[in-house]
């Protein structure tokens, strides 16, 4: 039976992912940083789907111990997959160097720290994969998400970098980029429904990328095409819209 790491598993993209793997009858590993909101989506997971469901306590931003975290799982995972996140108000985070600090440890430094202790392990097998869930806002600098999509954009080059890197070792990296995602992150945006995707939709096209070795999605699909344009806007005219 193949098992599944989830890193930041009480998101609900996270939640999702577990239900898809879970059904395909992969074993299931959540870490979170907060193991008692754990207890009720491990038990959920155990009677729907009949697979072991193990619960791990984890903090991306406590780097000192993502070794001994992972060196503490009882069973190395075939799939590492990194979910966790934070996406505070820009504004917020404008006016307060704390919160800019946390939005770049979170979602950059952090996930650097744990993924490339996962790597080492894999590659020294010569299998394994690693997903990690970045974000369409990292594809070009933009003030309504200056700090997130900065440090989006930097997870989405290490990922890109470490695919390259493991590529000899037989190790598959695949590079998530969901656009909108009804989710506890988004729930406070008025988010336009056809480009907005269910948790459920990211899950399946992350369990599918997984299987097919992909190396990049997007997730809607359109929102490839819609970065497109973005990307290719000339900067002389993209600096001047309020985007
Ligand atoms: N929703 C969207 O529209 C959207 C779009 C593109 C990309 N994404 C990305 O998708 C991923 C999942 O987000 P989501 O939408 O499912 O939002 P979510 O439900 O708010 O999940 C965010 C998760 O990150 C965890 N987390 C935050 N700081 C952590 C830390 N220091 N250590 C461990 N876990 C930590 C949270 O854990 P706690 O429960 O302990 O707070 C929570 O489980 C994120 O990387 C996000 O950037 C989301």
Redesign the pocket.
Known sequence: MPTVLLL?A?????VAIAKEFGAHGYALQLA???TE?LSPIQSDLKIRYNVDCTVHA????NYDSHQSFFDSLPVKPDVTIC?????YEEEDAWNDWKLTHRMID??YT?AVSILNIAAKYYSAQKKGTIVG?S???GERGRQSKLIYGSA?AAFSAYLAGLRNKLFKDNVHVVSVK????Y????EELPLPKPLTAQ?EEVAKAVFNAVEKKKNTIYTKWMWKYIMLIIKNVPEPMFKKMNI
Do not use: Q
Request: charged residues 15%.
């Open positions: 930041g009480t998101s609900d993209i996270s979170a940083r907060n909101h984890f903090d991306a931003l979910v966790f996140g934070v996406m979170t979602n952090g869930i974000s369409v806002a989006k969901p656009g909108f995602v989710t506890k992150m988004t948790p």
